[in-house]
């Protein structure tokens, strides 16, 4: 007799917010920039695109790979290890850090373009979806601390009209 096997979508804290059952945690406009997949054997992981500032598409970070453009070995872009961390940067610059929390938890931090060029960052000070060190997400004058976000298919939906909308079921693009 088989047994079946599941194992839960992992837990991710974004900006003192924990997103629970959300398989894109951060998409700007039609693209997913943050987004947790699974992989076959392996259970779930994350999935972030690597655009350059003129929307050149340099990479895929899929959990602790990188697959890379012919672009993307142009810029040098690395990818790093520590302990319980996957970093990813161009030269001095940091585009994202990942850490595990444990298990079946992730703390994230991004600095990344998108495929038109805009920049959203949540790991330094405004104008940017996030302040330092973590901090609370700031939407407008609206401070959201420590809020769990369940169910949903977007965790922060970032829109190039200004708008930004959090725990969403966006239309889904043709």
């Keep these: 007799m088989e047994k ?3 194992q839960s979508h992992p837990a991710v804290n974004f900006a003192t917010n924990l997103f629970i ?3 894109i945690i951060l998409q700007f406009d039609d ?11 392996v259970g779930f992981s994350t999935s972030i695109p690597v655009y350059h500032a003129d929307g050149t598409y340099l990479a895929r970070v899929i959990g602790s790979q990188m697959h890379m453009t012919p672009e993307g070995k142009k810029a040098g872009i690395k990818l790093l290890h520590p302990q319980g961390m ?3 940067s161009i030269g001095n610059q940091t585009l994202f850090e990942i850490a595990r929390t444990d298990a079946a938890a992730l703390k994230t931090a991004a600095e990344l373009y998108t495929r038109t060029g805009y920049f959203v960052k949540y790991a330094s000070s ?7 060190n973590g901090e609370p997400l700031q939407i407008n004058g ?6 769990t976000i369940s169910g949903c298919r977007v965790g922060v939906w ?6 930004v909308s959090i725990g969403c079921n966006p239309p889904v693009s043709e």
């Design 142 to 147: 609206n401070t959201m601390l420590s809020n």
């Design 31 to 41: 693209d997913p920039l943050i987004e947790i997949v699974r992989i076959q054997n």
């Design 86 to 88: 996957t970093v990813c």
């Design 21 to 23: 059952n959300c398989p």
């Design 158 to 163: 970032v829109q190039s009209n200004g708008s």
């Design 126 to 132: 405004s104008p940017s979806l996030i302040n330092p």
């Design 4 to 6: 079946l096997v599941f």
